[in-house]
């Protein structure tokens, strides 16, 4: 008994450890971006994509990693917050933080709606029923042409620079400042999402995710557990879709097509979406490579369905996963 | 107005045939193997371009006849190589699986038939209105209802009356006991999968003589067919015939009054059956959900 103490123990620092080096390496990669992606012949816009489409794959993996039910629709709160900041810095106000507040705003409270008529359902139900969802506000986006630019797409908005009282950062013309207001936002919600793991409220979504039956057993209640988590994560997709909308000053349909919903699940499994980081490396992985051959040939769209079929035949750990089952060994 | 409504009524009654094929073919695959297919409306497509290839050796009688068999083999190659080893996992791969099938299924068709629409030409009978009165009503519309109410006819009596038929409704039900009674689970699965590939080749063929031939042509079809799964209830064949024809005339009959809300009925429809009917119209209490 006691070696098994000792084991557990030493295994235990270990993954900490680990954990911390895990997260140096992470910070120390994405701090430094705009230092080593040029000599890789990268360009900054594309990491900034990768950290808007890794907060959204982090997001998404709030429900489908640690809860355990699939969401199949979060393009649309995706889209909501890029057409919610949109819209703000065209008609309303010329302010950066308030577009990105409306942004997150509309896609967090489409979510909770939307939420409370899907919170009972389980499994594929819960994800035909998610998706169909989803459409509504592709729909809107693409026949409201007055108001949204329709098919084209919302242009005619500019993110503004950023005052802090004492200075201000021009975040409209200096791409690298960008990327590091980028990286910003993209820390204070990850650390929010860590934190929220890590309370009580996260562990129960774990229990849930574990054991839906026995948790319900134990007088949780699931179905206000499970509205609540795919609140939060709708809006936390929406703040990363209000951040697409100022990194490309224009908002599209597409970013609420179900294609894109997809394109978010792949990266959280792509990934690893047992591994809290996992989506992040998935949609850096699935960014570059959507970008590299969509340069490459104009046949992308049967690459892209590859990759799908390719990580779910023989990758469906996941990038991070892999590492996690060596570990574990 | 009469006219203005009886041509919406009819308009929706063809859309709801093809959502009912197209849900049909869905419903029967996520009843029994717990699985999206998210390439349906590609397999749509590929019965589309397989009549567009045989009709000039076969005519389009023979097409209609062939089409959807074929694509039920390419559908039957494809459960086996590849959707057949995810059943038993989390359904997230089965639904990343097909979603990712879509992509590439519809990028071979733009690739082979190229990106713009291709016409499949009927035989010019039906090509003819009914009457002077009721000339937006071609013979081929009538056609395309009576084509489906047959198959629809030939699916249920399938499903009823033969054996296999019989083990496809009982898997619905409960798999697990009819694996313990003997039953080859992994042909059933096949074998149903290529049925419902099947009713997608055919809604294909008819949608192909009235609409032409793109590579995104079943896209429009698949979310509707998705509500109709909802709204009907899922784990119910006839409830999604019901769902299908349901949102099919209530969007046609919306076009009437209010032209681009008519997509927008459908989701108000589904949302209000989810609120007052959470498990569908005629949805089985703790299916699936």
Redesign the interface.
């Known amino acids: 008994m006691n070696s098994a103490t000792t084991t557990t123990i030493a295994s235990g620092r270990r993954a900490f450890d680990s954990r911390w080096i895990k997260l140096l390496i992470i910070w120390v990669a994405l701090l430094t971006v705009p230092l080593w992606l040029p000599l890789l012949g990268g360009y900054t816009a594309l990491a900034g994509r990768v950290l808007v489409l890794g907060l959204a794959a982090m997001s998404f993996n709030l429900l489908?990693g640690f809860t355990g039910v699939?969401s199949?629709g979060h393009a649309a709160y995706f889209g909501l917050g890029a057409y919610g900041a949109g819209l703000t810095l065209k008609f309303l106000v010329a302010s950066t933080p308030l577009a990105m507040l409306m942004g997150t705003l509309l896609g967090g409270v489409a979510g909770a709606i939307v939420g409370l008529?899907?919170a009972?359902?389980?499994?594929?139900?819960f994800?035909?029923?998610t998706?169909?969802?989803g459409?509504?506000g592709f729909?809107i986006a693409y026949?409201w042409n007055d108001l949204t630019g329709g098919y084209d797409g919302l242009r005619g908005f500019e993110r503004e620079p950023l005052s802090l009282g004492f200075t201000t950062l021009d975040i409209t013309n200096n791409g690298t400042l960008f990327y590091y207001f980028l990286l910003f936002v993209f820390a204070l919600a990850v650390a929010a999402q860590g934190l929220m793991l890590a309370s009580p409220f996260g562990r129960t979504l774990l229990a849930i995710r574990e054991n839906e039956r026995r948790a319900r057993f134990l007088g949780i209640p699931i179905e206000r557990h499970i509205w609540l988590s795919f609140t939060i994560s709708c809006f936390f997709t929406a703040l990363a879709g209000s951040l697409y909308a100022l990194l490309n000053n224009f908002a599209d349909p597409m970013a609420m097509h179900?294609?894109l919903s997809?394109e978010i699940?792949?990266m959280a499994?792509m990934g690893g979406?047992r591994a809290f980081w996992g989506p992040l490396v998935g949609a850096a992985v699935f960014v570059v490579l959507q970008d590299y051959i969509s340069s490459m040939t104009v046949?992308w769209?049967?690459f892209?369905?590859?990759?799908?079929?390719l990580?779910?035949?023989f990758f469906?750990r996941g990038i991070l996963g892999m590492f996690q089952r060596r570990g574990a060994e | 107005m009469l006219q203005v409504v009886l041509f919406n009524v009819t308009n929706g009654l063809i859309i709801g045939a093809f959502y009912v094929l197209m849900a049909l073919g869905l419903s029967l695959i996520?009843n029994l193997s717990?699985?999206?297919n998210?390439a349906h409306g590609n397999f749509l497509a590929l019965g589309g371009y397989t009549a567009f290839i045989l009709t000039p050796y076969i005519g389009f009688w023979g097409a209609l006849l062939v089409s959807p068999l074929v694509t039920a083999v390419l559908g039957l190659i494809i459960e086996r190589l590849?959707i057949r080893?995810?059943y038993n996992?989390?359904?997230?791969?089965s639904?990343?699986?097909t979603?990712?099938?879509?992509?590439?299924i519809?990028?071979?068709c733009?690739?082979v038939f190229g990106p713009n629409g291709l016409p499949l030409s009927v035989p010019d009978a039906m090509a003819a209105p009914l009457s002077s009165d009721l000339f937006f009503i071609t013979w081929y519309r009538v056609f395309n209802v009576t084509v489906v109410i047959v198959a629809v006819a030939a699916l249920f009596a399938f499903l009823h009356f033969t054996r296999v038929g019989v083990r496809i409704r009982a898997g619905t039900l409960d798999l697990e006991t009819v694996a313990a009674l003997g039953v080859n689970v992994r042909f059933l699965r096949s074998f149903n999968f290529g049925l419902g590939c099947m009713l997608a080749g055919l809604a294909g063929v008819l949608a192909g003589g009235q609409i032409g031939l793109n590579p995104n042509m079943g896209d429009d079809l698949l979310?509707p067919s998705?509500?109709a799964?909802?709204v009907g209830g899922?784990g119910s064949l006839t409830g999604t015939l019901i769902g299908g024809l349901l949102i099919g005339v209530a969007a046609a009959l919306t076009t009437v009054v209010w032209p681009?809300g008519s997509?927008?009925v459908i989701?108000i429809i589904?949302?209000v059956v989810?609120?007052i009917r959470?498990r569908g119209l005629m949805g089985e209490e703790g299916m699936?959900?």
């Open positions: 489908l699939m199949f008529f899907i009972r359902r389980r499994g594929v139900y994800a035909m029923a998706v169909a969802f459409q509504i729909y026949t179900y294609s997809g699940v792949i499994v979406m046949n769209m049967s892209v369905g590859l990759i799908f079929v990580v779910v035949l469906p | 996520l717990n699985v999206i998210f590849m080893k995810v996992r989390d359904p997230v791969y639904l990343l699986l979603f990712g099938l879509a992509f590439i519809q990028d071979v733009r690739y979310m998705f509500i799964i909802i899922v681009s997509e927008a989701y589904m949302a989810l609120i959470p699936l959900t």
